[in-house]
């Protein structure tokens, strides 16, 4: 979708990415949540051969704090830290780790058939 639709306030849909930078030079735009938002938890890896392990380990570990939150908000992706005002729902909260482990290979199995034909 080309930014000058989303300028116009007449997107065919809403990135919360970019909602946030065009409004803020005018667009008339405002993302709004679903009622119910699926939520991950995040989370971060490092490459078991990458040159610089030790600096990726060092910025897996800055991405939870304060600072490493404040970088996410700059950058629109918004921060785990922060209520943005809807209820967040975490499929994984609560399973054991087979049951994850079953989940994933479910979510995979349906990703590769829906989208690798």
Do not use: C
């Not at 990135?15 to 946030?20: A, E, G, K, Q, Y």
């Not at 405002?30 to 060092?58: E, F, I, K, Q």
């Amino acid at each position: 979708m080309p930014a000058s639709s989303l300028f116009t306030g007449r997107p065919d849909h809403s990135s919360p990415i970019l909602t946030p930078r065009l409004s803020a030079v005018g667009a008339p735009l405002a993302w709004v949540a679903m009622d119910l938002v699926p939520t991950s938890a995040g989370g971060a890896a490092v490459y078991s051969n990458g040159p610089r392990a030790h600096a990726a380990l060092l910025f897996v570990d800055f991405l939870p704090s304060p600072d490493g939150q404040k970088l996410y908000e700059d950058l629109y992706f918004g921060s785990a830290q922060k209520d943005y005002g809807f209820k967040r729902w975490y499929p994984e909260k609560g399973g054991t780790l087979p049951q994850y482990e079953e989940a994933l290979d479910s979510w995979h199995k349906l990703m590769k058939e829906i989208t690798r034909k």
